[in-house]
């Protein structure tokens, strides 16, 4: 499963972001794992934090990330317009709810 398979399960509201990927020897390989078979997306929604794993061909897992690891996530994986607007006043905080 690919992230956009997982959109479907979750709702419209929620924010995806993609793993960051660099060509070598012809092959898409992730910032977010180091290698071409496996693969990462990180989704925000309502405050809360989840990072969706899969190997090429498997289900995918997810767990919940706190927002530390999710900047450090986004960071590596160069989501650098976002965390900008993050930096204007826009929270990573987790939902005082609690998570999924």
Sequence with gaps: MDAEAG???IG???RWFPEGTTCAAGNS???ATG???EHEALQESEG???LWHW???EDASSR???PVTAREWLVRNEHFDFLSQL???ESMSVSEEGGP
Excluded: L, Q
């Design 55 to 57: 190997r090429d061909g």
């Design 64 to 66: 919940p990330v706190d």
């Design 35 to 37: 290698t071409s078979e």
């Design 7 to 9: 959109r479907g399960r």
């Design 29 to 31: 390989v992730s910032f």
């Design 87 to 89: 930096e204007v006043g």
């Design 48 to 50: 809360m934090w989840v």
């Design 12 to 14: 419209a509201a929620a």
